[in-house]
Protein backbone atom coordinates (compact mmCIF):
# COMPACT_ATOMS: atom_id res chain seq x y z
CA UNK A 1 0.00 0.00 0.00
CA UNK A 2 0.95 3.53 -1.02
CA UNK A 3 2.13 5.96 1.48
CA UNK A 4 -0.54 8.78 2.95
CA UNK A 5 -0.55 11.62 -0.12
CA UNK A 6 0.50 14.92 1.00
CA UNK A 7 -1.44 17.71 0.19
CA UNK A 8 1.28 18.89 -2.41
CA UNK A 9 1.31 15.28 -4.07
CA UNK A 10 2.09 15.51 -7.77
CA UNK A 11 0.97 14.41 -10.72
CA UNK A 12 3.07 11.48 -12.31
CA UNK A 13 3.61 12.32 -15.71
CA UNK A 14 4.75 8.92 -17.93
CA UNK A 15 6.16 8.89 -21.29
CA UNK A 16 7.17 5.51 -22.92
CA UNK A 17 10.40 6.62 -25.00
CA UNK A 18 12.89 9.30 -25.82
CA UNK A 19 10.73 9.55 -29.52
CA UNK A 20 8.05 10.34 -28.17
CA UNK A 21 8.98 12.71 -25.35
CA UNK A 22 10.95 14.40 -27.85
CA UNK A 23 8.00 15.27 -30.14
CA UNK A 24 5.74 16.18 -27.59
CA UNK A 25 8.05 18.49 -26.63
CA UNK A 26 8.60 19.58 -29.96
CA UNK A 27 4.44 19.88 -29.79
CA UNK A 28 4.71 22.54 -26.63
CA UNK A 29 4.62 19.79 -24.14
CA UNK A 30 2.06 20.08 -21.43
CA UNK A 31 1.95 23.50 -19.58
CA UNK A 32 5.01 23.86 -16.61
CA UNK A 33 3.79 23.12 -13.39
CA UNK A 34 1.26 20.34 -14.79
CA UNK A 35 3.17 17.55 -13.07
CA UNK A 36 6.71 15.47 -12.90
CA UNK A 37 7.58 13.86 -16.17
CA UNK A 38 9.52 11.07 -16.63
CA UNK A 39 10.79 8.40 -18.66
CA UNK A 40 9.05 4.78 -18.15
CA UNK A 41 10.71 2.63 -20.35
CA UNK A 42 9.68 1.01 -23.37
CA UNK A 43 7.54 -2.54 -22.93
CA UNK A 44 5.51 -4.06 -20.14
CA UNK A 45 8.10 -5.31 -18.20
CA UNK A 46 10.47 -1.78 -18.34
CA UNK A 47 7.41 0.13 -17.53
CA UNK A 48 5.84 -1.69 -14.73
CA UNK A 49 9.14 -1.81 -12.75
CA UNK A 50 10.27 2.03 -13.39
CA UNK A 51 6.34 2.84 -12.98
CA UNK A 52 7.24 1.07 -9.09
CA UNK A 53 10.20 2.66 -8.81
CA UNK A 54 8.76 6.57 -9.68
CA UNK A 55 5.38 5.69 -7.57
CA UNK A 56 7.74 4.63 -4.45
CA UNK A 57 9.87 8.53 -4.74
CA UNK A 58 7.17 10.89 -5.69
CA UNK A 59 4.35 8.70 -3.74
CA UNK A 60 2.47 11.09 -6.58
CA UNK A 61 -1.55 11.59 -6.57
CA UNK A 62 -2.42 10.14 -9.71
CA UNK A 63 -0.63 9.53 -12.49
CA UNK A 64 -0.88 9.96 -16.86
CA UNK A 65 0.41 7.63 -19.12
CA UNK A 66 0.92 9.80 -22.92
CA UNK A 67 2.22 8.30 -26.01
CA UNK A 68 1.17 7.06 -29.22
CA UNK A 69 -0.73 2.71 -30.30
CA UNK A 70 -1.82 1.39 -32.55
CA UNK A 71 -5.43 1.35 -33.68
CA UNK A 72 -7.71 -1.57 -33.78
CA UNK A 73 -11.42 0.06 -34.75
CA UNK A 74 -10.10 2.81 -37.36
CA UNK A 75 -14.31 3.50 -38.19
CA UNK A 76 -14.46 4.94 -34.47
CA UNK A 77 -10.60 5.02 -33.25
CA UNK A 78 -9.15 6.59 -36.34
CA UNK A 79 -4.99 7.55 -36.97
CA UNK A 80 -4.40 10.75 -35.91
CA UNK A 81 -6.70 10.97 -33.26
CA UNK A 82 -6.46 10.22 -29.28
CA UNK A 83 -8.69 8.70 -26.73
CA UNK A 84 -8.54 8.25 -22.55
CA UNK A 85 -9.16 4.52 -22.30
CA UNK A 86 -11.36 2.30 -19.44
CA UNK A 87 -9.52 -0.39 -19.24
CA UNK A 88 -6.29 -2.64 -20.43
CA UNK A 89 -5.76 -5.65 -20.94
CA UNK A 90 -2.60 -7.86 -21.66
CA UNK A 91 -1.78 -10.35 -24.18
CA UNK A 92 0.29 -13.07 -24.30
CA UNK A 93 0.75 -13.99 -20.23
CA UNK A 94 -0.43 -17.44 -20.48
CA UNK A 95 0.68 -20.41 -22.41
CA UNK A 96 0.50 -21.60 -25.89
CA UNK A 97 0.25 -19.50 -29.09
CA UNK A 98 -2.32 -18.71 -31.70
CA UNK A 99 -5.71 -20.81 -31.13
CA UNK A 100 -4.40 -22.33 -28.83
CA UNK A 101 -3.43 -20.03 -26.46
CA UNK A 102 -4.83 -19.85 -22.97
CA UNK A 103 -4.71 -16.10 -20.89
CA UNK A 104 -4.76 -16.46 -17.25
CA UNK A 105 -8.56 -16.79 -16.58
CA UNK A 106 -8.22 -20.05 -18.88
CA UNK A 107 -5.38 -21.27 -16.64
CA UNK A 108 -6.98 -20.35 -13.31
CA UNK A 109 -4.02 -18.86 -12.32
CA UNK A 110 -4.56 -14.72 -11.72
CA UNK A 111 -0.96 -12.68 -12.10
CA UNK A 112 -1.58 -11.46 -8.77
CA UNK A 113 -4.03 -11.67 -6.01
CA UNK A 114 -3.88 -9.68 -2.89
CA UNK A 115 -5.85 -7.19 -0.03
CA UNK A 116 -7.40 -5.69 -3.56
CA UNK A 117 -8.46 -9.03 -5.70
CA UNK A 118 -6.84 -10.77 -7.80
CA UNK A 119 -5.65 -9.25 -11.17
CA UNK A 120 -6.11 -12.14 -14.42
CA UNK A 121 -5.08 -10.12 -17.60
CA UNK A 122 -7.30 -7.26 -17.38
CA UNK A 123 -7.52 -3.77 -15.05
CA UNK A 124 -9.91 -0.69 -15.12
CA UNK A 125 -8.30 2.57 -15.23
CA UNK A 126 -9.16 6.02 -14.17
CA UNK A 127 -11.58 8.38 -16.11
CA UNK A 128 -11.67 6.63 -19.44
CA UNK A 129 -14.60 6.28 -22.13
CA UNK A 130 -12.78 4.89 -25.04
CA UNK A 131 -13.28 1.43 -24.10
CA UNK A 132 -10.46 -1.70 -24.08
CA UNK A 133 -6.77 -0.90 -24.93
CA UNK A 134 -4.67 -3.99 -25.27
CA UNK A 135 -1.05 -4.60 -24.32
CA UNK A 136 1.43 -6.63 -25.80
CA UNK A 137 5.01 -7.77 -25.94
CA UNK A 138 5.65 -7.27 -29.60
CA UNK A 139 3.71 -4.85 -31.38
CA UNK A 140 1.38 -6.75 -34.30
CA UNK A 141 3.24 -7.36 -37.26
CA UNK A 142 0.73 -7.58 -40.29
CA UNK A 143 -2.83 -7.58 -40.48
CA UNK A 144 -3.08 -11.07 -40.01
CA UNK A 145 -1.71 -10.82 -36.52
CA UNK A 146 -3.88 -7.51 -36.17
CA UNK A 147 -6.93 -9.78 -36.51
CA UNK A 148 -5.94 -12.99 -34.12
CA UNK A 149 -5.50 -10.04 -31.43
CA UNK A 150 -9.28 -8.81 -32.38
CA UNK A 151 -10.82 -12.77 -32.13
CA UNK A 152 -9.31 -12.89 -28.55
CA UNK A 153 -9.82 -9.49 -27.59
CA UNK A 154 -13.05 -8.64 -29.70
CA UNK A 155 -13.61 -5.38 -27.77
CA UNK A 156 -10.16 -3.68 -28.11
CA UNK A 157 -10.21 -0.39 -29.48
CA UNK A 158 -5.76 -0.30 -29.81
CA UNK A 159 -2.91 -1.79 -28.66
CA UNK A 160 0.13 -0.37 -26.44
CA UNK A 161 3.38 -1.90 -25.19
CA UNK A 162 3.21 -0.13 -21.80
CA UNK A 163 -0.07 0.50 -20.26
CA UNK A 164 -0.61 -2.80 -18.60
CA UNK A 165 2.71 -2.70 -16.76
CA UNK A 166 2.09 0.81 -15.94
CA UNK A 167 -1.76 -0.33 -14.70
CA UNK A 168 -0.60 -3.03 -12.77
CA UNK A 169 2.12 -0.90 -10.47
CA UNK A 170 -0.60 1.77 -10.36
CA UNK A 171 -2.92 -0.65 -8.88
CA UNK A 172 -0.41 -2.19 -6.10
CA UNK A 173 0.33 0.85 -4.98
CA UNK A 174 -3.78 2.47 -5.20
CA UNK A 175 -2.74 5.53 -7.46
CA UNK A 176 -5.10 6.23 -10.24
CA UNK A 177 -3.98 5.67 -12.92
CA UNK A 178 -5.53 7.87 -16.84
CA UNK A 179 -4.02 6.50 -20.10
CA UNK A 180 -4.18 8.54 -23.51
CA UNK A 181 -2.75 7.45 -26.16
CA UNK A 182 -2.55 8.79 -30.24
CA UNK A 183 -3.15 6.63 -32.63
CA UNK A 184 0.06 6.65 -34.85
CA UNK A 185 -1.03 3.46 -37.08
CA UNK A 186 -3.19 0.96 -37.83
CA UNK A 187 -2.33 -2.52 -35.65
CA UNK A 188 -0.36 -4.20 -37.85
CA UNK A 189 0.60 -1.33 -40.29
CA UNK A 190 4.48 -1.29 -40.05
CA UNK A 191 5.03 0.90 -42.98
CA UNK A 192 6.07 4.14 -41.47
CA UNK A 193 5.36 6.25 -44.58
CA UNK A 194 1.73 5.35 -43.55
CA UNK A 195 1.86 6.90 -39.78
CA UNK A 196 0.49 9.60 -38.51
CA UNK A 197 2.71 10.49 -35.42
CA UNK A 198 3.03 13.69 -35.36
CA UNK A 199 -0.56 14.20 -36.12
CA UNK A 200 -1.31 11.46 -33.20
CA UNK A 201 0.88 12.77 -30.44
CA UNK A 202 -0.54 16.21 -31.01
CA UNK A 203 -4.04 15.04 -30.48
CA UNK A 204 -2.80 13.09 -27.39
CA UNK A 205 -1.41 16.14 -26.12
CA UNK A 206 -4.82 18.32 -26.25
CA UNK A 207 -6.59 15.55 -24.69
CA UNK A 208 -3.72 15.43 -21.55
CA UNK A 209 -4.07 19.48 -21.40
CA UNK A 210 -7.76 19.30 -20.98
CA UNK A 211 -7.49 16.78 -17.84
CA UNK A 212 -4.54 18.48 -16.50
Do not use: Y
Not at 116 to 137: E, F, I, K, Q, Y
Amino acid sequence: MSAPLSPGAPTLILIPTPLERERLQALGGLTRGSGLSELCGFGPVASAARTAELVARFNPRRVLLIGCAGTHARDTHPVGSAWRFESVAIDGVGSGEGQSFAGPGAMNLPQWTGPNGSVSDRLPLASGDAGLLLTVCAAAGDAAQAEQRRMRFPDAKAEDMEAFGVAMACHLNQVPLTVIRGMSNAAGERDKQQWQLDEALASALALAREII
